[in-house]
């Protein structure tokens, strides 16, 4: 994924879409989704900030009871810094719904 490519309003219009395409074809009697995802190769030329900080919010104010569980896998150390900054401004209940798993 390349989010420097994409406005903020692009970005927030995939992330609704996606997870309300996710939940719209739950099967009957699921009623959460496990996000997965996979940083391998993630440095400052694929990551924007300003997204990160306005996307954030919307998963945990409009989707947390939907989140079971967010695995990150293959974080690096700046991606790892990144969110050690970012967790004290969400929620406690998102922030035990993630876990990030290191890769040095």
């Excluded at 719209?24 to 009697?29: A, C, D």
Aim: aromatic share 12%; glycine share 2%; hydrophobic share 40%.
């Amino acid at each position: 994924m390349r989010p420097k490519e994409f406005s903020n309003e692009q970005m927030r219009k995939f992330l609704f879409y996606t997870l309300e395409e996710a939940t719209r074809r739950f099967s009957p009697g699921v009623e959460t989704y496990l996000i997965l995802a996979d940083f391998s190769g993630s440095g400052f030329s694929n990551i924007n900030l300003s997204q990160m900080k306005e996307l954030a919010p919307i998963i945990q104010d409009c989707y947390t009871e939907r989140m079971h569980m967010m695995v990150s896998v293959n974080v690096n150390f700046l991606l790892r810094t990144i969110w050690t900054l970012l967790k004290p401004f969400l929620d406690e209940i998102t922030v035990k719904k993630v876990l990030v798993h290191y890769n040095p």
